[in-house]
């Protein structure tokens, strides 16, 4: 199972800006997907944003235009840059990986590795 260390959780005022990071124990390669999802207290986790081994991304539509996923293949990390943040942002967000031997991010709609989580707070 591959290990997925996230740091870079916060406190934030609405409007702001915060960057994760989860750096994974594997290499990345054409046939791992990434994934950001979140879990707010009350709510079922859900998935935030994609990334499929080809480079290929897809958001939630609540996050969209605001949050950008991205990897450093030499870093073996991969990054949730999330703008413009909302209370509604506020949740525990997780890094999540699978195989995806499609080069797409289908393999990580339901993941078998996952990170510690992160908290994230966004006041208003």
């Known amino acids: 199972q591959v290990q997925l260390v996230e740091s870079g959780g916060g406190s934030v005022q609405s409007g702001g800006s915060l960057r994760l990071s989860c750096t994974a124990s594997?290499?990345?390669?054409?046939?791992?997907?990434m994934a950001w999802f979140r879990q707010a207290p009350g709510n079922e986790r859900e998935g935030v944003a994609f990334?499929?081994?080809?480079?290929?991304?897809t958001y939630a539509d609540s996050v969209k235009g605001r949050f950008t996923i991205s990897q450093d293949d030499a870093k073996n990390t991969v990054y949730l840059q999330m703008d413009s943040l909302k209370p509604e942002d506020t949740a525990m967000y997780y890094c999540?990986?699978?195989?995806?031997?499609?080069?797409?991010?289908?393999?990580?709609?339901?993941?078998?590795?996952w990170g510690q989580g992160v908290q994230v707070t966004v006041s208003s």
């Open positions: 999540a990986t699978d195989a995806d031997y499609d080069g797409g991010y289908y393999g990580c709609l339901t993941p078998s590795s």
């Open positions: 990334l499929g081994g080809s480079g290929r991304t």
């Open positions: 594997v290499h990345f390669n054409s046939r791992r997907c």
